[in-house]
């Protein structure tokens, strides 16, 4: 299993729709930096938000999430309120090869403000939007901007394609398109 290179990320994205929109280069100037990077692509989240809340004192269940625990906003900048956090989405839609593993991980301007994203894998197979978790860890509201660099993700190529990817496993978060909220399987 290897890291893959820009050329190896251009190319699956550009010939298969591994990354769309895809950004061929990486864009830094006046803004956290997105794109193509030297061994990774950087994500941008869009300008929809939902923001964690204690208004209606729910307890959060990841087995029965009530989505009272969290409000949605949408704007060009988002204030995650103190030791809180918000989901967000893509920009950018995934087609895993059945191959490829992927792994985010946040961005460290945001990380050295105390912003963290959550290290999540995509895995081979996997199709769709990536929810994006993101803690604000800081005693001080912080911001996230819309449509620049919130997290980076590296590919790993395996030596074979693994024998069940996640679409053939009927993955929950399966071709997602909008923030998801956790899920789980119901029993049958």
């Known amino acids: 299993m290897g890291l893959k290179s820009d050329n190896w990320i251009r190319e699956k994205s550009l010939n298969e729709a591994m990354i769309s929109p895809f950004c061929e280069g990486l864009v830094g100037e006046g803004v956290v930096s997105y794109g193509l990077s030297s061994y990774g692509y950087d994500i941008r989240v869009t300008d929809e938000f939902k923001i964690f809340t204690n208004i209606n004192a729910e307890v959060v269940d990841p087995k029965d999430f009530n989505e009272n625990n969290v409000v949605d906003f949408k704007g060009d900048i988002c204030i995650v309120p103190p030791n809180s956090f918000a989901l967000a989405r893509t920009v950018e839609y995934f087609k895993m090869p059945k191959d490829t593993l992927a792994i985010c991980l946040g961005k460290s301007t945001y990380a050295r ?10 895995e081979p197979g996997f199709e769709g939007h990536i929810t994006i978790e993101i803690s604000n860890t800081t005693p001080l509201p912080a911001k996230i901007y819309a449509n620049e660099g919130i997290a980076q993700v590296l590919f790993l190529q395996g030596d074979e394609a693994c024998e069940t990817t996640y679409a053939d496993r009927k993955g929950k978060y399966q071709s997602q398109t909008g923030i998801t909220l956790p899920r789980i399987l119901k029993k049958s």
Do not use: D, E
């Not at 403000?113 to 995509?122: A, E, Q, R």
């Open 113 to 122: 403000c105390g912003i963290i994203v959550n290290v999540t894998p995509f």
